[in-house]
């Protein structure tokens, strides 16, 4: 069974930065595409980045320039930097992980608020 694992969610004012971390483990093909996506209340769930395992990275374009994201193939873990963080940034931010053979896995979710 897969399971991933996010961390670093949180309240932070709006200017500042936070970092999410997302492990996966168990029975877990070769990992192809790590990605963030965030649902707002009321809103419908969005990528914000996504990483290859070579490292190309996507953004959505309301976080380009301020969101960072990274990966260690060793440790099967993606990072979201976050800096310069507004309130519309607040949302419940999910981890995707999609292996080789596309199957993809959902993280249970991390809340960050932005307050104003």
């Known amino acids: 069974q897969v399971r991933l694992v996010e961390s670093g969610g949180g309240l932070v004012q709006a200017g500042g930065s936070l970092r999410l971390s997302c492990a996966a483990s168990?029975?877990?093909?070769?990992?192809?595409?790590m990605a963030w996506y965030r649902q707002a209340p009321g809103k419908q769930r969005e990528m914000v980045a996504r990483?290859?395992?070579?490292?190309?990275?996507n953004y959505a374009d309301s976080v380009k320039g301020r969101f960072t994201i990274s990966r260690d193939n060793a440790k099967k873990t993606v990072y979201l930097q976050m800096n310069s963080l507004k309130p519309e940034d607040t949302a419940v931010y999910y981890c995707?992980?999609?292996?080789?053979?596309?199957?993809?896995?959902w993280g249970q979710g991390t809340q960050v608020t932005v307050s104003s």
């Open positions: 995707n992980v999609e292996d080789i053979y596309r199957r993809a896995y």
């Open positions: 990483i290859s395992r070579g490292g190309s990275t």
């Open positions: 168990g029975s877990i093909a070769s990992i192809n595409v």
